[in-house]
């Protein structure tokens, strides 16, 4: 009887290994005593697991954290000059700042942005080339709120403005 239930868990157990989703360009892992999934590849594919994720790029210029949760993201990045720059992405818009300037930009898209990422390949030397290492978060809401600081600047409408 005991083993016929081993048998029927293993079975089940290859069934539902077989069953995963793998993204091109991806490793997904879950190490030995860890609790948490990790993830190494592009931010697009982080976003697209549906996992809260803290992730991390550093090349010889620039310093991000980020934090995804669902299609919200938020990054601190520091730039090659030290200063510290903010991004938050929701709801098919972008907001940016940065510390010491009481102004920022914000820009919405009429599609996802998540899938305006593959129509920007090529185009940036950087945002599309980066591999991001991220582990699995508990991520707060409030991570995704706007500083009520920051005066932020519609460009869609300033450029809607300078055509008219």
Request: include cysteine.
């Amino acid at each position: 009887m005991n083993t016929k239930k081993i048998l029927a868990i293993l079975t089940i157990s290859l069934f539902l290994a077989g069953c995963t989703k793998k993204i091109p360009g991806t490793t997904i892992e879950k190490k030995a005593g860890e609790s948490e999934k990790t993830f190494t590849g592009k931010m697009k594919a982080a976003v697209a697991l549906g996992v809260p994720f803290k992730c991390t790029y550093k090349n010889n210029e620039v310093e991000s954290t980020g934090y995804i949760k669902g299609k919200k993201y938020y990054t601190e990045m520091i730039t090659p000059n030290g200063q510290n720059t903010f991004i938050i992405m929701k709801d098919n818009c972008m907001w940016t700042w940065a510390t010491g300037v009481d102004q920022g930009t914000k820009m919405c898209f009429e599609e996802d942005i998540w899938d305006m990422e593959d129509q920007m390949e090529g185009q940036s030397e950087t945002s599309n080339d980066m591999e991001y290492s991220c582990t699995g978060a508990v991520i707060s809401d409030s991570r995704f709120d706007l500083p009520s600081n920051i005066n932020f600047l519609d460009l869609k409408e300033q450029m809607g403005a300078y055509q008219q």
